[in-house]
């Protein structure tokens, strides 16, 4: 198969977002073995949910029965997927700088390793993904130059271009994380992950 | 394994819910081969959502956006499990009536046909399910009493019982349908059917 031939799985993710995570953990396996090209879709809900109902998040308007099943329901996965999880002391996070660095990131190619690292800081190291310290220790750990990113990050160009992903998530129907946009198929949830990728064969 | 150690799944669901009317067409094949007691428990979202929430349901409220995309992906379930969909010219249909009838159906062991009845109706022909005329064919269909059982539907013991019903999902942390309770475990959602089934391995 020629390389403009391989269909494109489109992972659309927030940082804040416990399902997001799971999928970050899940999605490298899942493709592995077929034919697929894996861009990895940084963007932010928060300006979504705004734009789409004018009301706070899911999270936020969920029900105290919700918000328990929720959890439990995301320690349920995590252990079957054997993916670690200290449930945050602060919930949800900001991820508004990471996300940032993660649009750097995607044009660079190391976007996928550092939005792991990510979310091991928040959802297995309990660690504020808004301070900018954390991401600074994250960046190190990959050998990148932390100082100088974190400087490229708070440019109008990182800025103007992650707006446009937000933009582009918005046009394309997307309203919740994670998404999976496929042969321009949508998908939602962690949970639809596998349907995703199966629906190349469709 | 004596009937008694047979695990109990309670089928917790709302004839107006979608994920719902797929979910009572897979439980009993999806069970097969499981040593699973199964217990429908027909009840009302309505009530719930007013208490919890004090909202509207999460249909309402749900941006253009995400109804879409519900109905996107009803449509693509019903084609994978082979389950057959007109999507309905009312929706949300209010299922007061048809749940009524099933409580009197769940205490006379007919419950299971009955529902995936009034689902057929809802879902796959269209037809409203809170007109009594319409619970009258389903009724005659299945060899009942139709008058008989629309009578009874309307004694105070059977509202009492859908009320006592209702209030049992709530203290049970149920907010949403299908839920699925097994050895004391909450699931929620068509897609957590299986988890909820393997959880009698745990």
């Known amino acids: 198969m020629a390389d403009a031939d391989i269909p494109t799985l489109e992972f659309w993710y927030d940082f804040a977002s416990p ?3 799971i999928s970050a953990y899940r999605i490298e396996r899942m493709i592995s073995g077929h034919s697929i090209k ?5 963007f932010l809900l928060g300006p979504i949910f ?8 899911p ?4 029900s ?9 329901d995301i320690e349920r996965l995590c252990t079957a997927y054997q993916i670690p999880l200290v449930w945050p ?3 949800p996070r900001g991820s508004l700088p990471a996300t940032r660095i993660a649009m750097i990131a995607a044009n660079e190619g190391w976007c996928g390793a550092f939005s792991r690292s990510v979310y091991k800081a928040n959802y297995a190291d309990d660690l504020d993904i808004a301070d900018k310290s954390v991401l ?13 990113i974190l400087e490229k990050a708070e440019t109008v160009e990182v800025k103007s271009e992650l707006a446009q992903q937000v933009d582009r998530a918005i046009s394309t129907g997307i309203f919740g994380a994670p998404s999976f946009l496929i042969c321009g198929e949508l998908f939602w949830g962690n949970d639809r992950l596998e349907q995703a990728i199966a629906w190349t064969r469709t």
Chains 1, 2 share one sequence.
């Open 59 to 62: 999270f936020q308007r969920a």
């Open 19 to 21: 399902y997001s995570y």
């Open 38 to 42: 894996l861009v990895w879709r940084p």
């Open 50 to 57: 705004k734009k789409l109902s004018d009301d706070a998040s």
């Open 89 to 91: 002391s602060n919930y």
């Open 136 to 148: 600074a220790d994250v960046l190190s750990s990959l050998g990148r130059n932390a100082v100088q």
């Open 64 to 72: 105290p029965a919700e918000r328990r099943y929720r959890r439990r």
